[in-house]
T-cell receptor
C-alpha cells in the first residue's frame, strides 16, 4: 500500500524559532505534494504545494522536496502561536490520479 | 465564495441505525471527494465523484456505505446499518483542478 508517513508529534517550538516538519512517502512515482494546515475542529487548508526537487518559498513557509530520498519537509520561520495546528502532508499517487494520500499529520505547538 | 459545507457537524447514533451525511461543494466544482479520519489514523480516501459519476470508489469500506451525487451538485453519504468502527470524522472536499477545498467535517459517533 502506498503510504505517506509523518511523526505525529507533538512538535513543540518557542515563538520565533524555525519549525521543521517532515514527511516520507513510499510511492516513488508520486509527482505532487501538498502541505495542509488543520486547526482543531476546522477543515484542512492548503498552505503549500510542491512538484519539483528543491525548495519553494512562500512568506514564512518553505517546502522542500527530495524525490531521490522520497522526502518532503515544511519549514516555518519565525513561528507564531497562531501557527499551532496539525500539519498534514499529502502526495498524489503515480498513474495520473489527482487524489492525494494523506499522512497522519504532525501536531505543532508554538509556545510564547 | 462560499466554501464546502457539511451537515450535520456532529451525529451520535446507536449501532444498527442509519445516518446520512450531506456535503455541498463549492459552486462550479465538478470534483467531489469523501474522506474519513478515524481517531489516531490518517485521513483516508473513500470515493471521488466527477459531476454525478463515481470516478473512483476504491476506498469505500463495504456495502454499508452508499454515496450519491444526484444532478452533480450536493452529495450524500449514507451509512446503513452503522457499526462501532464507523465512528470518525467524515470530510468532504471539492476541487476544480488539483487543489482540494475541504469542509469542516461531520463527526460521527456510533455507540
Amino acid at each position: 500500500q502506498k503510504e505517506v508517513e509523518q511523526n505525529s508529534g507533538p512538535l513543540s517550538v518557542p515563538e520565533g524559532a524555525i519549525a521543521s516538519l517532515n514527511c516520507t512517502y513510499s510511492d516513488r512515482g508520486s509527482q505532487s505534494f501538498f502541505w495542509y494546515r488543520q486547526y482543531s475542529g476546522k477543515s484542512p487548508e492548503l498552505i503549500m504545494s510542491i512538484y519539483s526537487n528543491g525548495d519553494k518559498e512562500d512568506g514564512r513557509f518553505t517546502a522542500q522536496l527530495n524525490k531521490a530520498s522520497q522526502y518532503v519537509s515544511l519549514l516555518i520561520r519565525d513561528s507564531q502561536p497562531s501557527d499551532s495546528a496539525t500539519y498534514l502532508c499529502a502526495g498524489t499517487p503515480s498513474g495520473g490520479s489527482y487524489i492525494p494520500t494523506f499522512g497522519r499529520g504532525t501536531s505543532l505547538i508554538v509556545h510564547p | 465564495e462560499a466554501g464546502v459545507t457539511q451537515f450535520p457537524s456532529h451525529s451520535v447514533i446507536e449501532k444498527g441505525q442509519t445516518v446520512t451525511l450531506r456535503c455541498d461543494p463549492i459552486s462550479g466544482h465538478d470534483n467531489l471527494y469523501w474522506y474519513r479520519r478515524v481517531m489516531g489514523k490518517e485521513i483516508k480516501f473513500l470515493l471521488h465523484f466527477v459531476k454525478e459519476s463515481k470516478q473512483d470508489e476504491s476506498g469505500m469500506p463495504n456495502n454499508r456505505f452508499l454515496a450519491e451525487r444526484t444532478g452533480g451538485t450536493y452529495s450524500t453519504l449514507k451509512v446503513q446499518p452503522a457499526e462501532l468502527e464507523d465512528s470518525g470524522v467524515y470530510f468532504c472536499a471539492s476541487s476544480h483542478k488539483e487543489t482540494l477545498h475541504f469542509g469542516n467535517g461531520t463527526r460521527l459517533t456510533v455507540t
